[in-house]
Protein backbone atom coordinates (compact mmCIF):
# COMPACT_ATOMS: atom_id res chain seq x y z
CA UNK A 1 0.00 0.00 0.00
CA UNK A 2 1.02 3.36 -0.83
CA UNK A 3 2.04 6.00 2.32
CA UNK A 4 0.45 9.43 2.51
CA UNK A 5 2.36 12.63 3.83
CA UNK A 6 0.67 15.50 4.59
CA UNK A 7 2.43 18.81 2.87
CA UNK A 8 2.92 21.40 5.22
CA UNK A 9 2.88 24.66 3.40
CA UNK A 10 1.67 28.06 3.06
CA UNK A 11 -0.66 28.06 0.23
CA UNK A 12 2.33 29.64 -1.56
CA UNK A 13 5.31 27.45 -1.04
CA UNK A 14 5.78 23.80 0.39
CA UNK A 15 7.72 23.76 3.43
CA UNK A 16 11.21 21.93 4.01
CA UNK A 17 9.54 19.97 6.75
CA UNK A 18 7.59 18.48 4.39
CA UNK A 19 10.84 17.00 2.42
CA UNK A 20 11.92 15.84 5.71
CA UNK A 21 8.74 13.62 6.11
CA UNK A 22 9.55 12.33 2.05
CA UNK A 23 12.65 10.90 3.51
CA UNK A 24 11.02 9.70 6.11
CA UNK A 25 8.24 7.78 4.23
CA UNK A 26 11.07 6.36 1.61
CA UNK A 27 12.18 4.41 4.46
CA UNK A 28 8.78 2.62 4.40
CA UNK A 29 8.18 2.22 0.97
CA UNK A 30 8.91 3.23 -2.74
CA UNK A 31 5.10 4.80 -3.73
CA UNK A 32 4.74 8.04 -1.84
CA UNK A 33 1.68 10.11 -1.64
CA UNK A 34 1.34 13.76 -0.46
CA UNK A 35 -1.51 15.65 0.41
CA UNK A 36 -1.57 19.13 -0.38
CA UNK A 37 -5.05 20.79 1.24
CA UNK A 38 -4.88 24.07 1.22
CA UNK A 39 -7.10 27.32 -0.52
CA UNK A 40 -5.68 28.43 -4.37
CA UNK A 41 -2.46 26.22 -3.91
CA UNK A 42 -1.64 24.88 -7.43
CA UNK A 43 1.67 26.04 -6.92
CA UNK A 44 2.35 23.87 -3.78
CA UNK A 45 1.08 20.98 -5.40
CA UNK A 46 3.67 21.67 -8.40
CA UNK A 47 6.60 22.29 -6.28
CA UNK A 48 5.28 18.50 -4.44
CA UNK A 49 4.77 16.99 -7.82
CA UNK A 50 8.37 17.68 -8.25
CA UNK A 51 10.14 16.51 -4.93
CA UNK A 52 12.06 13.69 -5.70
CA UNK A 53 10.28 9.89 -4.39
CA UNK A 54 7.02 11.39 -4.69
CA UNK A 55 4.72 9.37 -7.09
CA UNK A 56 1.31 11.53 -6.55
CA UNK A 57 -0.29 14.26 -5.38
CA UNK A 58 -3.48 14.55 -4.23
CA UNK A 59 -4.78 18.30 -3.67
CA UNK A 60 -7.69 19.43 -2.16
CA UNK A 61 -8.48 23.36 -2.89
CA UNK A 62 -10.82 24.99 -0.76
CA UNK A 63 -11.39 28.34 1.27
CA UNK A 64 -11.67 26.19 4.54
CA UNK A 65 -8.09 24.67 4.30
CA UNK A 66 -6.95 27.83 4.01
CA UNK A 67 -5.30 27.77 7.42
CA UNK A 68 -5.10 24.03 8.31
CA UNK A 69 -7.33 23.99 11.22
CA UNK A 70 -7.47 20.85 12.92
CA UNK A 71 -11.14 19.77 12.12
CA UNK A 72 -11.31 20.49 8.26
CA UNK A 73 -7.58 18.87 7.44
CA UNK A 74 -8.86 15.91 9.66
CA UNK A 75 -11.91 15.04 7.83
CA UNK A 76 -10.16 14.99 4.23
CA UNK A 77 -7.60 12.94 6.15
CA UNK A 78 -9.69 10.22 7.65
CA UNK A 79 -11.87 10.19 4.46
CA UNK A 80 -8.48 8.90 2.34
CA UNK A 81 -6.44 6.80 5.41
CA UNK A 82 -7.85 3.99 4.47
CA UNK A 83 -6.24 3.79 1.14
CA UNK A 84 -2.83 4.04 3.19
CA UNK A 85 -0.71 1.78 5.16
CA UNK A 86 0.83 5.01 6.87
CA UNK A 87 0.09 8.43 7.23
CA UNK A 88 2.79 11.20 8.03
CA UNK A 89 3.34 14.58 9.04
CA UNK A 90 6.16 16.46 10.08
CA UNK A 91 6.00 17.19 13.86
CA UNK A 92 5.92 20.78 13.12
CA UNK A 93 3.04 22.87 15.15
CA UNK A 94 0.36 22.11 12.57
CA UNK A 95 1.32 18.18 12.55
CA UNK A 96 1.18 17.86 16.14
CA UNK A 97 -2.56 19.89 16.27
CA UNK A 98 -3.77 17.48 13.35
CA UNK A 99 -2.23 14.27 13.54
CA UNK A 100 -3.82 13.04 16.67
CA UNK A 101 -7.07 13.66 15.50
CA UNK A 102 -6.75 12.07 12.73
CA UNK A 103 -5.84 8.83 14.76
CA UNK A 104 -8.39 9.11 17.17
CA UNK A 105 -11.21 8.81 14.40
CA UNK A 106 -9.27 6.14 12.81
CA UNK A 107 -9.25 4.67 16.19
CA UNK A 108 -5.43 3.65 16.30
CA UNK A 109 -2.70 5.09 18.24
CA UNK A 110 -0.48 7.53 16.72
CA UNK A 111 3.43 7.37 17.15
CA UNK A 112 4.49 10.81 17.71
CA UNK A 113 8.04 12.78 16.48
CA UNK A 114 9.46 9.46 15.49
CA UNK A 115 14.06 10.35 15.26
CA UNK A 116 14.24 6.55 13.51
CA UNK A 117 12.09 3.77 10.98
CA UNK A 118 13.27 0.21 12.53
CA UNK A 119 10.66 -1.22 10.27
CA UNK A 120 7.37 -0.54 8.48
CA UNK A 121 5.81 -1.56 12.06
CA UNK A 122 8.86 0.12 14.24
CA UNK A 123 9.74 2.97 15.41
CA UNK A 124 12.44 4.89 17.22
CA UNK A 125 11.26 7.89 19.82
CA UNK A 126 12.56 10.22 22.35
CA UNK A 127 10.60 10.32 25.63
CA UNK A 128 11.19 11.99 28.75
CA UNK A 129 13.23 15.11 27.14
CA UNK A 130 15.37 12.89 25.24
CA UNK A 131 17.13 11.04 27.97
CA UNK A 132 15.54 7.94 26.36
CA UNK A 133 14.88 6.57 23.44
CA UNK A 134 12.12 3.93 23.20
CA UNK A 135 11.48 1.98 20.33
CA UNK A 136 7.57 0.92 19.68
CA UNK A 137 5.78 -1.30 17.53
CA UNK A 138 2.60 -0.67 16.30
CA UNK A 139 -0.15 -3.42 14.80
CA UNK A 140 -2.22 -0.92 13.84
CA UNK A 141 -3.82 -0.89 10.28
CA UNK A 142 -2.87 2.54 9.16
CA UNK A 143 0.24 3.58 11.39
CA UNK A 144 -0.45 7.38 11.78
CA UNK A 145 3.39 9.13 12.42
CA UNK A 146 4.78 12.44 13.12
CA UNK A 147 8.45 12.93 12.14
CA UNK A 148 11.27 14.51 13.70
CA UNK A 149 12.35 17.01 11.16
CA UNK A 150 16.23 17.02 12.31
CA UNK A 151 16.12 13.50 12.29
CA UNK A 152 15.60 12.96 8.77
CA UNK A 153 17.52 14.80 6.07
CA UNK A 154 15.23 16.76 3.30
CA UNK A 155 14.36 14.82 0.58
CA UNK A 156 15.50 16.46 -3.32
CA UNK A 157 12.94 19.11 -4.16
CA UNK A 158 13.94 18.53 -7.84
CA UNK A 159 13.36 15.55 -9.71
CA UNK A 160 10.41 14.26 -9.52
CA UNK A 161 7.79 13.73 -11.97
CA UNK A 162 4.11 12.78 -9.64
CA UNK A 163 0.59 12.82 -11.07
CA UNK A 164 -1.42 15.37 -9.86
CA UNK A 165 -4.58 14.57 -8.64
CA UNK A 166 -7.78 17.15 -7.51
CA UNK A 167 -9.90 15.50 -4.43
CA UNK A 168 -13.22 16.57 -3.79
CA UNK A 169 -13.02 18.80 -0.78
CA UNK A 170 -14.84 17.71 2.11
CA UNK A 171 -17.57 19.65 3.55
CA UNK A 172 -16.68 22.64 5.71
CA UNK A 173 -16.44 21.99 9.75
CA UNK A 174 -18.32 25.51 10.75
CA UNK A 175 -17.22 25.19 14.73
CA UNK A 176 -13.75 26.47 14.24
CA UNK A 177 -12.52 29.50 12.51
CA UNK A 178 -9.69 31.38 12.12
CA UNK A 179 -9.06 34.80 13.09
CA UNK A 180 -5.37 36.08 12.30
CA UNK A 181 -1.66 35.69 12.33
CA UNK A 182 1.16 37.38 13.82
CA UNK A 183 3.93 35.97 12.18
CA UNK A 184 7.61 37.32 13.41
CA UNK A 185 9.11 38.22 10.13
CA UNK A 186 13.19 37.87 9.46
CA UNK A 187 15.35 37.86 6.89
CA UNK A 188 17.38 35.74 8.63
CA UNK A 189 17.59 31.61 8.01
CA UNK A 190 14.22 29.64 9.11
CA UNK A 191 15.29 28.46 12.94
CA UNK A 192 14.30 24.84 12.18
CA UNK A 193 16.32 24.61 8.97
CA UNK A 194 19.49 26.97 10.04
CA UNK A 195 22.94 25.39 9.54
CA UNK A 196 23.96 28.05 12.15
CA UNK A 197 22.09 28.75 15.44
CA UNK A 198 22.84 31.22 18.18
CA UNK A 199 20.38 31.30 20.80
CA UNK A 200 20.56 33.45 24.35
CA UNK A 201 19.30 32.67 27.86
CA UNK A 202 18.02 34.84 30.82
CA UNK A 203 21.92 35.81 30.65
CA UNK A 204 21.20 38.29 27.78
CA UNK A 205 19.12 40.80 30.33
CA UNK A 206 16.79 42.52 28.10
CA UNK A 207 15.47 42.21 24.83
CA UNK A 208 17.95 45.32 23.74
CA UNK A 209 20.55 42.69 24.29
CA UNK A 210 19.59 40.60 21.83
CA UNK A 211 21.07 42.67 19.14
CA UNK A 212 24.83 41.37 20.26
CA UNK A 213 23.49 38.06 18.63
CA UNK A 214 21.91 39.41 15.70
CA UNK A 215 25.37 40.90 15.05
CA UNK A 216 27.23 37.63 15.12
CA UNK A 217 23.77 35.73 13.70
CA UNK A 218 24.72 38.08 10.53
CA UNK A 219 28.20 37.65 10.37
CA UNK A 220 27.52 33.79 10.30
CA UNK A 221 24.71 33.47 7.86
CA UNK A 222 22.95 31.76 11.12
CA UNK A 223 19.20 32.17 12.95
CA UNK A 224 18.58 33.42 16.08
CA UNK A 225 16.78 30.98 18.70
CA UNK A 226 16.18 31.15 22.72
CA UNK A 227 15.75 29.42 25.95
CA UNK A 228 12.63 29.52 27.47
CA UNK A 229 13.44 31.27 30.13
CA UNK A 230 14.17 34.31 27.54
CA UNK A 231 10.90 34.07 26.71
CA UNK A 232 8.99 34.16 29.53
CA UNK A 233 10.85 37.24 30.51
CA UNK A 234 9.97 38.57 27.34
CA UNK A 235 13.49 39.56 25.53
CA UNK A 236 11.75 37.28 22.18
CA UNK A 237 8.77 36.05 20.74
CA UNK A 238 7.70 32.27 21.31
CA UNK A 239 8.65 31.20 18.32
CA UNK A 240 12.42 31.43 19.29
CA UNK A 241 11.96 28.88 21.64
CA UNK A 242 14.33 25.52 21.85
CA UNK A 243 13.48 23.05 23.88
CA UNK A 244 11.57 20.08 24.66
CA UNK A 245 8.38 21.39 24.22
CA UNK A 246 9.79 24.56 21.41
CA UNK A 247 11.31 23.63 18.38
CA UNK A 248 13.73 20.93 18.32
CA UNK A 249 16.84 21.63 16.03
CA UNK A 250 19.97 19.78 15.18
CA UNK A 251 21.94 22.70 12.97
CA UNK A 252 25.88 22.16 12.27
CA UNK A 253 26.83 25.06 14.32
CA UNK A 254 24.70 25.55 17.43
CA UNK A 255 26.23 28.18 20.09
CA UNK A 256 24.37 29.08 23.45
CA UNK A 257 24.51 32.12 25.42
CA UNK A 258 23.65 32.65 28.94
CA UNK A 259 21.96 29.78 28.62
CA UNK A 260 22.54 27.59 31.65
CA UNK A 261 21.44 24.40 29.94
CA UNK A 262 18.19 23.13 31.67
CA UNK A 263 17.32 19.15 30.72
CA UNK A 264 14.21 20.87 28.70
CA UNK A 265 16.44 23.39 26.83
CA UNK A 266 19.61 20.48 26.05
CA UNK A 267 16.29 18.65 24.85
CA UNK A 268 15.93 20.62 21.88
CA UNK A 269 19.36 21.18 20.71
CA UNK A 270 22.19 18.31 22.27
CA UNK A 271 21.94 16.91 18.57
CA UNK A 272 23.62 19.73 17.19
CA UNK A 273 26.94 18.68 15.35
CA UNK A 274 29.30 21.18 17.10
CA UNK A 275 27.70 23.28 20.36
CA UNK A 276 29.56 26.52 21.56
CA UNK A 277 28.63 27.66 24.93
CA UNK A 278 29.69 30.62 26.94
CA UNK A 279 28.31 31.20 30.20
CA UNK A 280 30.10 32.83 33.59
CA UNK A 281 28.83 30.37 35.57
CA UNK A 282 31.55 27.70 35.85
CA UNK A 283 29.05 25.09 36.74
CA UNK A 284 26.52 25.60 34.19
CA UNK A 285 25.09 22.59 32.67
CA UNK A 286 25.19 23.18 29.61
CA UNK A 287 28.81 22.50 29.60
CA UNK A 288 28.33 18.93 29.58
CA UNK A 289 27.38 18.68 26.23
CA UNK A 290 29.27 21.62 24.74
CA UNK A 291 32.23 21.13 22.43
CA UNK A 292 33.91 23.94 22.96
CA UNK A 293 33.12 26.55 26.00
CA UNK A 294 34.27 29.71 27.21
CA UNK A 295 33.55 30.48 31.16
CA UNK A 296 33.27 34.51 31.02
CA UNK A 297 31.03 37.36 30.85
CA UNK A 298 29.08 37.31 27.57
CA UNK A 299 28.73 41.18 27.27
CA UNK A 300 32.42 41.13 27.19
CA UNK A 301 32.94 37.55 24.75
CA UNK A 302 30.15 38.66 22.34
CA UNK A 303 32.22 41.99 20.80
CA UNK A 304 35.43 40.08 20.81
CA UNK A 305 34.14 37.25 19.42
CA UNK A 306 32.47 39.62 16.69
CA UNK A 307 35.47 41.02 16.06
CA UNK A 308 37.33 37.58 15.78
CA UNK A 309 34.83 37.04 13.30
CA UNK A 310 35.09 40.19 11.31
CA UNK A 311 39.08 39.17 11.02
CA UNK A 312 38.41 35.54 9.91
CA UNK A 313 36.10 37.29 6.89
CA UNK A 314 38.82 40.02 6.15
CA UNK A 315 41.63 36.68 5.76
CA UNK B 1 -20.66 26.34 32.52
CA UNK B 2 -18.50 23.59 34.43
CA UNK B 3 -14.93 22.60 32.80
CA UNK B 4 -12.94 19.79 33.30
CA UNK B 5 -9.20 19.69 33.71
CA UNK B 6 -7.09 15.99 33.41
CA UNK B 7 -3.51 16.48 35.07
CA UNK B 8 -1.26 13.44 35.15
CA UNK B 9 1.50 12.71 37.66
CA UNK B 10 4.81 12.64 35.98
CA UNK B 11 8.57 12.53 36.76
CA UNK B 12 9.06 15.80 38.02
CA UNK B 13 10.39 18.48 35.61
CA UNK B 14 13.77 18.80 37.38
CA UNK B 15 14.87 15.30 37.31
CA UNK B 16 17.15 14.11 34.44
CA UNK B 17 15.80 10.47 33.99
CA UNK B 18 18.52 7.69 33.24
CA UNK B 19 17.83 4.13 32.40
CA UNK B 20 18.25 1.21 35.20
CA UNK B 21 21.85 0.20 34.79
CA UNK B 22 20.31 -3.41 33.72
CA UNK B 23 19.40 -1.00 30.81
CA UNK B 24 16.10 -3.21 31.23
CA UNK B 25 13.34 0.06 31.92
CA UNK B 26 13.51 3.97 33.00
CA UNK B 27 14.48 4.03 36.49
CA UNK B 28 11.80 6.25 38.41
CA UNK B 29 11.57 4.37 41.10
CA UNK B 30 12.96 6.91 43.84
CA UNK B 31 12.15 9.78 42.11
CA UNK B 32 10.14 13.06 42.91
CA UNK B 33 6.92 12.49 41.09
CA UNK B 34 5.19 16.04 40.53
CA UNK B 35 2.08 17.31 38.52
CA UNK B 36 3.26 17.45 34.39
CA UNK B 37 3.64 21.42 34.41
CA UNK B 38 1.70 21.83 31.46
CA UNK B 39 -1.39 20.65 33.76
CA UNK B 40 -0.46 22.73 36.19
CA UNK B 41 -1.18 26.07 33.87
CA UNK B 42 -4.43 24.22 32.82
CA UNK B 43 -6.18 24.23 36.14
CA UNK B 44 -4.82 27.27 36.91
CA UNK B 45 -6.40 28.45 34.02
CA UNK B 46 -9.72 26.92 34.72
CA UNK B 47 -9.45 28.40 38.44
CA UNK B 48 -8.79 32.04 37.03
CA UNK B 49 -11.86 31.33 34.70
CA UNK B 50 -13.99 30.50 37.92
CA UNK B 51 -12.92 33.19 39.92
CA UNK B 52 -13.72 35.37 36.48
CA UNK B 53 -17.58 34.53 37.07
CA UNK B 54 -17.26 32.38 33.59
CA UNK B 55 -16.67 29.12 34.84
CA UNK B 56 -19.01 27.48 37.75
CA UNK B 57 -17.28 24.37 38.94
CA UNK B 58 -13.90 22.74 37.85
CA UNK B 59 -13.18 19.16 38.43
CA UNK B 60 -10.15 17.51 38.11
CA UNK B 61 -9.36 14.44 37.01
CA UNK B 62 -6.43 11.73 36.56
CA UNK B 63 -6.00 8.30 35.32
CA UNK B 64 -3.52 5.91 36.90
CA UNK B 65 -2.45 4.54 40.08
CA UNK B 66 -3.89 5.33 43.45
CA UNK B 67 -1.14 7.46 44.16
CA UNK B 68 -2.46 10.26 41.57
CA UNK B 69 -4.67 10.98 44.30
CA UNK B 70 -2.02 13.08 45.68
CA UNK B 71 -1.86 15.31 42.26
CA UNK B 72 -5.50 15.74 42.42
CA UNK B 73 -5.19 17.06 45.95
CA UNK B 74 -2.61 19.28 44.63
CA UNK B 75 -5.06 20.55 41.88
CA UNK B 76 -7.70 21.18 44.39
CA UNK B 77 -5.38 23.02 46.89
CA UNK B 78 -5.32 25.32 44.23
CA UNK B 79 -8.82 25.83 43.29
CA UNK B 80 -10.41 22.95 41.91
CA UNK B 81 -13.80 21.40 43.72
CA UNK B 82 -13.56 17.98 43.36
CA UNK B 83 -11.48 15.31 41.78
CA UNK B 84 -11.91 12.08 39.98
CA UNK B 85 -9.69 9.49 39.81
CA UNK B 86 -9.60 6.40 37.21
CA UNK B 87 -7.89 3.74 39.21
CA UNK B 88 -5.44 1.57 37.11
CA UNK B 89 -2.63 0.39 37.30
CA UNK B 90 -2.64 -0.23 33.26
CA UNK B 91 0.31 1.81 31.22
CA UNK B 92 -2.02 4.27 29.97
CA UNK B 93 -1.39 5.16 26.24
CA UNK B 94 -3.06 8.56 24.80
CA UNK B 95 -6.00 6.92 23.07
CA UNK B 96 -6.73 4.80 26.14
CA UNK B 97 -6.68 8.28 28.41
CA UNK B 98 -8.57 9.74 25.54
CA UNK B 99 -11.35 7.32 25.73
CA UNK B 100 -11.51 7.87 29.66
CA UNK B 101 -11.54 11.16 29.49
CA UNK B 102 -14.66 10.94 26.73
CA UNK B 103 -17.15 8.85 28.97
CA UNK B 104 -15.79 11.31 31.97
CA UNK B 105 -17.25 13.89 29.47
CA UNK B 106 -20.42 12.12 28.53
CA UNK B 107 -20.98 11.62 32.61
CA UNK B 108 -19.83 15.21 33.37
CA UNK B 109 -21.25 17.65 30.47
CA UNK B 110 -18.74 20.25 30.97
CA UNK B 111 -18.58 23.02 28.27
CA UNK B 112 -14.45 23.00 28.14
CA UNK B 113 -11.95 20.67 28.58
CA UNK B 114 -8.51 22.61 29.45
CA UNK B 115 -5.72 19.90 29.46
CA UNK B 116 -1.79 20.30 28.93
CA UNK B 117 -0.89 20.93 25.61
CA UNK B 118 1.68 17.73 26.32
CA UNK B 119 3.23 15.33 29.11
CA UNK B 120 6.67 15.37 29.98
CA UNK B 121 7.32 11.84 30.33
CA UNK B 122 6.60 10.25 27.65
CA UNK B 123 6.34 13.72 25.11
CA UNK B 124 3.58 12.48 23.25
CA UNK B 125 0.78 15.67 22.48
CA UNK B 126 -1.54 13.82 22.07
CA UNK B 127 -4.77 13.50 24.22
CA UNK B 128 -6.92 17.07 23.80
CA UNK B 129 -6.66 16.35 20.42
CA UNK B 130 -7.84 12.33 20.41
CA UNK B 131 -10.60 13.75 23.06
CA UNK B 132 -11.74 16.49 21.02
CA UNK B 133 -11.96 14.67 17.88
CA UNK B 134 -13.57 11.72 20.34
CA UNK B 135 -16.16 13.74 21.15
CA UNK B 136 -16.94 15.66 17.72
CA UNK B 137 -15.64 18.99 19.62
CA UNK B 138 -13.82 21.86 18.10
CA UNK B 139 -9.91 22.20 19.41
CA UNK B 140 -7.38 25.06 20.15
CA UNK B 141 -4.11 23.82 20.93
CA UNK B 142 -1.27 25.53 22.53
CA UNK B 143 -2.76 28.24 24.05
CA UNK B 144 -0.78 31.29 24.98
CA UNK B 145 -4.06 33.54 25.61
CA UNK B 146 -8.00 32.56 26.21
CA UNK B 147 -10.78 34.34 26.08
CA UNK B 148 -14.49 32.46 26.94
CA UNK B 149 -17.65 34.65 25.64
CA UNK B 150 -21.05 33.88 24.82
CA UNK B 151 -20.16 30.19 23.88
CA UNK B 152 -17.30 31.01 22.00
CA UNK B 153 -13.55 30.70 23.18
CA UNK B 154 -10.92 33.24 21.37
CA UNK B 155 -7.58 30.89 21.49
CA UNK B 156 -4.21 32.88 21.10
CA UNK B 157 -1.73 29.93 19.57
CA UNK B 158 1.99 29.29 19.57
CA UNK B 159 2.57 28.45 16.59
CA UNK B 160 6.16 28.16 14.61
CA UNK B 161 5.73 31.14 13.07
CA UNK B 162 4.62 33.01 15.61
CA UNK B 163 1.31 33.41 16.85
CA UNK B 164 -2.12 32.44 15.79
CA UNK B 165 -5.78 33.09 16.93
CA UNK B 166 -8.96 31.22 16.38
CA UNK B 167 -12.24 30.83 17.27
CA UNK B 168 -14.40 27.82 18.67
CA UNK B 169 -17.35 27.04 19.18
CA UNK B 170 -17.99 25.40 22.78
CA UNK B 171 -17.72 22.82 23.67
CA UNK B 172 -14.56 22.47 23.18
CA UNK B 173 -10.98 20.95 24.04
CA UNK B 174 -8.22 23.58 24.96
CA UNK B 175 -4.51 22.48 25.21
CA UNK B 176 -2.06 25.09 27.27
CA UNK B 177 1.32 25.97 26.51
CA UNK B 178 4.30 27.75 28.77
CA UNK B 179 2.92 31.54 27.99
CA UNK B 180 -0.68 31.00 29.22
CA UNK B 181 -0.17 32.44 32.82
CA UNK B 182 1.72 31.74 35.86
CA UNK B 183 0.42 28.94 37.89
CA UNK B 184 -0.37 30.22 41.84
CA UNK B 185 1.43 27.92 44.81
CA UNK B 186 -0.79 26.42 46.91
CA UNK B 187 -0.98 28.11 50.66
CA UNK B 188 -0.73 26.05 53.84
CA UNK B 189 -5.10 26.65 54.44
CA UNK B 190 -6.28 25.55 50.82
CA UNK B 191 -3.77 22.48 51.45
CA UNK B 192 -5.68 21.32 54.01
CA UNK B 193 -9.38 21.96 52.80
CA UNK B 194 -8.27 20.30 50.03
CA UNK B 195 -7.83 17.38 52.08
CA UNK B 196 -11.46 17.39 52.74
CA UNK B 197 -12.86 17.72 49.02
CA UNK B 198 -14.31 14.69 47.48
CA UNK B 199 -12.43 12.63 44.88
CA UNK B 200 -14.60 9.81 43.33
CA UNK B 201 -12.70 6.49 42.11
CA UNK B 202 -13.90 4.91 38.96
CA UNK B 203 -12.02 2.20 37.15
CA UNK B 204 -11.69 2.04 33.04
CA UNK B 205 -14.12 -0.98 33.17
CA UNK B 206 -16.96 0.84 34.91
CA UNK B 207 -16.30 3.01 31.94
CA UNK B 208 -16.77 0.90 29.30
CA UNK B 209 -13.30 1.34 28.07
CA UNK B 210 -10.59 -1.10 26.95
CA UNK B 211 -7.21 0.51 27.94
CA UNK B 212 -5.12 -2.22 26.84
CA UNK B 213 -1.79 -0.43 25.33
CA UNK B 214 -1.89 -0.49 21.31
CA UNK B 215 2.23 -0.12 21.00
CA UNK B 216 4.89 -2.79 22.56
CA UNK B 217 7.68 -1.39 23.89
CA UNK B 218 10.27 -3.15 22.32
CA UNK B 219 13.27 -1.41 23.74
CA UNK B 220 14.70 1.75 25.96
CA UNK B 221 18.30 2.59 25.32
CA UNK B 222 20.01 5.98 26.55
CA UNK B 223 21.33 7.90 23.73
CA UNK B 224 25.19 8.12 22.15
CA UNK B 225 26.64 10.35 24.28
CA UNK B 226 28.71 13.25 23.48
CA UNK B 227 32.03 13.07 23.30
CA UNK B 228 33.60 15.33 26.17
CA UNK B 229 34.17 18.43 25.27
CA UNK B 230 37.10 21.26 25.85
CA UNK B 231 37.04 24.55 27.35
CA UNK B 232 38.84 27.54 25.55
CA UNK B 233 40.29 30.68 26.77
CA UNK B 234 38.90 33.27 24.71
CA UNK B 235 36.71 33.99 21.42
CA UNK B 236 39.71 33.93 19.24
CA UNK B 237 40.71 30.21 20.21
CA UNK B 238 37.19 29.38 19.99
CA UNK B 239 37.10 30.91 16.74
CA UNK B 240 40.34 29.38 15.41
CA UNK B 241 39.13 25.80 16.51
CA UNK B 242 35.60 26.35 14.95
CA UNK B 243 37.98 26.96 11.55
CA UNK B 244 40.48 24.76 12.09
CA UNK B 245 39.57 22.39 14.00
CA UNK B 246 35.70 21.85 13.50
CA UNK B 247 35.27 23.26 10.27
CA UNK B 248 31.98 24.69 11.14
CA UNK B 249 32.81 28.23 10.15
Known amino acids: MPILVIAEHDNQMLKTATLNAVTAAACLGDDIHVLVAGSQCAKVAEQAASVARVTRVRVADAAHYAHALAENLTALIVKIAADYSHVLAPATTTGKNVMPRVAALLDVAQISEIVAVESADTFVRPIYAGNVLATVRSAERIKVVTIRTTAFAAAAAQGGAAAVEALEPTAEVPASRFVNQQLTRSERPELTSAQRVISGGRGMGSSENFALLDDIADKLGAAVGASRAAVDAGFVPNDYQVGQTGKVIAPQLYIAVGISGAIQHLAGMKDSKVIVAINKDEEAPIFQVADYWIVGDLFKVLPELSCELDKLQQG | ?249
Open chain 2, 1 to 249: MKVLVPVKRVVDANVRVRMKADGSTVDIANVKLSMNPFDEISVEEAVRLKEAGVASEVVVVSCGAQTCQETLRTAMATGAERGILVDTDVELQPLAVAKLLRALVDKEQPQLVIVGKQAIDDDSNQVGQMLAALLGWPQATFASKVIVEGGKAAVTREIDGGLETIEVDLPAVITVDLRLNTPRYATLPNIMKAKKKPIAIVTPDALGVDVAPRLATVKLAEPAKREAGIRVADAAELVARLKNVAHAI
